[in-house]
């Protein structure tokens, strides 16, 4: 695709003596929500981090907008716009929320307008500025995790289970803050909740032991039962 802003070409990976990715082959276009779906343990987050340069591909190339990226060091990648929210949000307890929002900063400062529209997508940051983040709720920590990742521009960012062990309407403020999010930025987005999936997801990847079994519109998928039962395992309509 020409206006690809990500491309996985063929990207293998091993954790020690694990193969863990084998060819992996995918695009994401720029703009809207992609989404990465797969049962437990089909290499959906080991793709996430070694596109983050978290773990070293053993071969297959991983583009970003064009520019090889493969090879890149962890901070020399989140330099060229991506951000990454781990499944564990990868926030710091002992701080507070706006501690924890500066390290997210390149210069430590912030800019009134990306700061405000933080507010505006999650008000219990502003609420629970000066509080310290590991009395904040599960959903409030994950909303500053995805917080720290939109505090300043990014061209993509890729999110891991943002809605695990998340109440439903904890769940529906999501689909309402990453809809905003998306307008903007591109999203890659390793999710298990298909609801919240089919809600967001423009296009759709899905990996089977470390293998692209499927790649198309998610409207495609969340049609076709069938499709989803050989696929996941799972009906999207009867997870919804």
């Given at each position: 695709?020409?206006?690809?802003?990500?491309?996985?070409d063929?990207?293998?990976?091993?954790?020690?003596?694990?193969?863990?990715?084998?060819?992996?082959?995918?695009?994401?276009?720029?703009?809207?929500?992609?989404?990465?779906?797969?049962?437990?343990?089909?290499?959906?987050?080991?793709?996430?981090?070694?596109?983050?340069?978290?773990?070293?591909?053993?071969?297959?190339?991983?583009?970003?907008?064009?520019?090889?990226?493969?090879?890149?060091?962890?901070?020399?990648?989140?330099?060229?716009?991506?951000?990454?929210?781990?499944?564990?949000?990868?926030?710091?307890?002992g701080?507070?929320?706006?501690?924890?929002?500066?390290?997210?900063?390149?210069?430590?400062?912030?800019?009134?307008?990306?700061?405000?529209?933080?507010?505006?997508?999650?008000?219990?940051?502003?609420?629970?500025?000066?509080?310290?983040?590991?009395?904040?709720?599960?959903?409030?920590?994950?909303?500053?995790?995805?917080?720290?990742?939109?505090?300043?521009?990014?061209?993509?960012?890729?999110?891991?289970?943002p809605?695990?062990?998340?109440?439903?309407?904890?769940?529906?403020?999501?689909?309402?803050?990453?809809?905003?999010?998306?307008?903007?930025?591109?999203?890659?987005?390793?999710?298990?909740?298909?609801?919240?999936?089919?809600?967001?997801?423009?296009?759709?990847?899905?990996?089977?032991?470390?293998h692209?079994?499927?790649?198309?519109?998610?409207?495609?998928?969340?049609?076709?039962?069938?499709l989803?039962?050989?696929?996941?395992?799972?009906?999207?309509?009867e997870?919804?």
């Amino acid at each position: 695709m020409s206006d690809a802003i990500l491309r996985l070409d063929d990207v293998h990976t091993d954790i020690a003596q694990y193969r863990i990715l084998h060819g992996v082959s995918f695009d994401v276009p720029a703009g809207g929500v992609h989404v990465l779906l797969g049962r437990n343990g089909a290499g959906k987050t080991t793709t996430l981090r070694t596109i983050m340069g978290l773990w070293r591909a053993r071969k297959g190339a991983i583009s970003f907008c064009h520019n090889d990226i493969t090879a890149l060091r962890t901070p020399d990648i989140a330099r060229l716009g991506i951000a990454y929210v781990p499944e564990n949000m990868g926030i710091f307890g002992g701080l507070t929320v706006e501690e924890n929002m500066r390290l997210a900063s390149t210069t430590g400062a912030f800019d009134d307008e990306r700061l405000a529209r933080v507010f505006a997508l999650f008000p219990a940051m502003e609420t629970f500025w000066d509080k310290q983040a590991y009395a904040l709720s599960g959903g409030q920590k994950q909303m500053l995790a995805i917080s720290r990742a939109i505090i300043e521009r990014r061209e993509l960012i890729l999110i891991d289970e943002p809605t695990k062990g998340l109440a439903p309407s904890i769940i529906n403020a999501m689909i309402d803050a990453f809809r905003e999010i998306a307008r903007d930025t591109t999203i890659l987005l390793v999710e298990q909740n298909f609801h919240f999936a089919r809600s967001l997801g423009r296009g759709a990847t899905v990996i089977d032991d470390g293998h692209v079994a499927w790649h198309g519109e998610m409207s495609e998928l969340a049609a076709d039962e069938a499709l989803q039962t050989r696929l996941l395992s799972l009906s999207m309509a009867e997870a919804s």
